[in-house]
């Protein structure tokens, strides 16, 4: 049947990607793409504040995708289900940071990645990350987006 889309609930979508997210198995990715830079700035940065900002970046993303694709009740519902998930296992600091990568993303009318990139930049590395690493952090965040925007557009999100 061309055009179903398979009905999937908020719950069931967020819950084994923040459950995998918060227990360690994208911290051997997230290292290999910091490395990958060979940027001093990037390098000196803690492991722990640096996975905090890339589960906050990738909590961003999904949710501006779910906001722009989906029905504003599941656009809701999956905000207040990350909401709920984060605090109720004390993830105040990545609270903290989708805060502010929502700000930045909103705060620019054509490309809200970018500006997610430079406060990336800002916070952990004082602006002093190398144009290569922004460059790359940028194109990553883009191929999130594709990633996601592909999984969104398989599956209808139901509150």
Known sequence: MLGFRKKVTVQSFWQPRLDGMFSGKNEAGWDFLKTSFHDPALNAV?????????????I?????LITKSCSMDASISSHMFVDKFLENNNHKDVIRLVSRYN?????????GIRKMVAAFSEDVASSRLTSPT???????????VQ???NMLGAVKLIP
């Open 103 to 111: 700000s930045a993303f909103g705060s620019s009318a054509t490309d």
């Open 60 to 64: 961003q993303v999904v949710s501006m």
């Open 147 to 149: 990633q996601v925007s």
């Open 46 to 58: 803690e492991a722990k504040v640096f996975y905090a900002h890339m589960q906050a970046m990738t």
């Open 134 to 144: 922004v460059e790359g952090f940028y194109s990553t965040l883009y191929q999130l």
